[in-house]
């Protein structure tokens, strides 16, 4: 589960340093406040209470979605690198000198009921890494498990770890190598090679967790693993759907011959790869996409022919059935959703900017309410940024559960939670919020300025 975010010199998230001169990074936390309400929603990783949702609010350009974009930055670097396109501008741009200045990009996790800080520092201009570190977080200390220095080729790691001379010769091999390698990690360089060895258990874990736990989800994302939810019957998909008043009450994956199947495709180079089978290897695989109003189910059997289906809908008493491209944005945003609510694993983070795109005011109530509900049961969490300030209600949610970004006189961003104010319980804090007491929300001029008025400065 994600802990904290830290972030600094990135977009909208400015450079800024404390006494000691290390950059002073914005923070997004999800540790529990001081709130008494809805203690059931709050996961104990030993001393540490964790929330399992928080929705972020703030006006138009105030950096609401930079965090999004911070958080998912961090998470390519590890399982990709750095990349000159993607890294390109990125720092904090309102002073020219921060192209010169490191980004901070830390995330504090809990795997199991183990706590860990990991984090790291690039030069986003020169495309480079500068340090890293991983400490493990225990309930009165933290000890550290690696740190370095790639500008200066310095490292420190903890011998204790590894349990033979020559396990500790190999990782001295792998701190010295990391640091001649400017864009990538150690994180990155010890996942991807999956190591042998209970000593390496730890590193795969960390980065499995950028890899598998957190999912990031723009407006425009598929989530395509919600999809195979439709591959039988699933009648806790449907009352969900029915729940959700979606007005679909059925579904059924009719099947297609190639023909037919073709007939979907101005293009039939997308159909030939759709329908390519991996004969060398004899691989059954399953697919699901969507092309134009339709989505499909294709089967390939390797070297045998292939099975093809499409979705259809059913609602109540119509006679007809529907394609997935003929339901409404909402419902289609809704089923692309729904894998968050009836997700089964643990452990997973899922953080969506602007969960209410498409989505009716109360269903985006109901939706969270819903989590809210289902992940009772689990340890999953769940991070929006929105605009609905009906949700905005300590009736359904808890003051630090309620967060704010804020764009300040310098175009930089600042976060803040509603817990720093002390609101009571019984509240109308929608309403002071839309009323401008917490900060967050668009200021504008008075209609003389739009006219150019000759008395306007």
């Given at each position: 589960m994600l802990m904290r975010f830290s972030?600094?010199?990135?977009?909208?998230?400015g450079y800024k340093t404390d006494h000691e001169g290390n950059i002073a990074a914005s923070e997004m936390l999800m540790y529990a406040g001081r709130s008494e309400q809805f203690k059931n929603r709050?996961?104990?990783?030993?001393?540490?209470?964790?929330?399992?949702?928080?929705?972020?609010?703030?006006?138009?350009?105030?950096?609401?979605?930079?965090?999004?974009?911070?958080?998912?930055?961090?998470?390519?670097?590890?399982l990709s690198g750095l990349n000159v396109k993607a890294s390109k501008g990125k720092y904090c741009r309102n002073t020219e000198s921060n192209k010169n200045k490191p980004s901070l990009f830390?995330?504090?996790?809990?795997?199991?009921?183990?706590?860990?800080?990991?984090?790291?520092?690039?030069?986003?201009?020169?495309?480079?890494?500068l340090t890293e570190w991983l400490s493990e977080l225990t309930d009165d200390d933290e000890n550290i498990i690696f740190e370095r220095d790639a500008v200066n080729s310095e490292y420190y790691f903890d011998e204790n770890l590894f349990s033979e001379e020559s396990a500790v010769q190999q990782f001295h091999f792998y701190m010295k190598d990391s640091?001649?390698?400017?864009?990538?990690?150690?994180?990155?360089?010890?996942?991807?090679?999956?190591?042998?060895?209970?000593?390496?258990a730890l590193f795969t874990e960390i980065y499995e967790w950028f890899q598998k736990k957190l999912v990031i989800i723009y407006p425009d994302t598929k989530l395509a693993k919600g999809y195979f939810r439709f591959r039988s019957d699933n009648e806790k998909l449907v009352k969900l759907l029915k729940y959700l008043d979606t007005g679909i009450t059925g579904y059924k994956m009719?099947?297609?011959?190639?023909?037919?199947?073709?007939?979907?495709?101005?293009?039939?180079?997308?159909?030939?790869?759709?329908?390519?089978?991996?004969?060398?290897?004899?691989?059954?695989?399953?697919?699901?996409?969507?092309?134009?109003?339709?989505?499909?189910?294709?089967?390939?059997?390797?070297?045998?022919?292939?099975?093809?289906?499409?979705?259809?809908?059913?609602?109540?008493?119509?006679?007809s059935q529907y394609e997935y491209g003929e339901e409404s944005d909402g419902t289609q945003r809704?089923?692309?959703?729904?894998?968050i609510i009836l997700n089964d694993e643990e452990g997973k983070t899922f953080v969506i900017d602007e969960l209410d795109r498409s989505l009716h005011p109360m269903m985006t109530i109901k939706f969270v309410d819903t989590f809210l509900h289902f992940s009772e049961k689990t340890d999953n969490q769940l991070i929006i940024t929105t605009h609905e300030s009906q949700l905005m209600d300590?009736?359904?949610?808890?003051?630090?559960?309620?967060?704010?970004?804020?764009?300040?006189?310098?175009?930089?961003?600042?976060?803040?939670?509603?817990?720093?104010?002390?609101?009571?319980?019984?509240k109308v804090v929608m309403k002071d919020y839309l009323n401008g007491r917490y900060g967050a929300v668009p200021v504008f001029k008075d209609f003389d300025y739009v006219n150019f008025s000759n008395n306007i400065d």
């Open positions: 972030v600094g010199n990135f977009m909208s998230f709050i996961i104990h990783v030993r001393k540490r209470k964790i929330l399992k949702f928080s929705a972020v609010y703030g006006a138009n350009a105030s950096g609401k979605s930079n965090l999004i974009h911070a958080i998912d930055f961090g998470k390519r670097v590890v830390e995330y504090e996790i809990s795997i199991g009921d183990r706590c860990f800080a990991y984090g790291f520092t690039v030069n986003l201009y020169q495309n480079r890494v640091n001649q390698i400017k864009e990538t990690l150690l994180l990155h360089e010890l996942g991807r090679r999956k190591l042998d060895g209970k000593e390496y009719q099947e297609l011959d190639e023909t037919a199947f073709r007939k979907y495709f101005i293009d039939q180079s997308i159909a030939d790869e759709l329908l390519e089978n991996d004969e060398e290897k004899k691989k059954l695989t399953v697919s699901i996409g969507q092309y134009q109003d339709v989505l499909f189910q294709i089967i390939n059997y390797g070297n045998e022919t292939s099975k093809i289906s499409k979705l259809l809908f059913q609602h109540g008493a119509d006679e809704l089923i692309e959703l729904v894998e300590l009736n359904l949610l808890r003051r630090d559960e309620i967060w704010f970004a804020e764009r300040e006189f310098d175009n930089t961003t600042s976060l803040y939670s509603l817990e720093k104010f002390k609101a009571r319980y019984d």
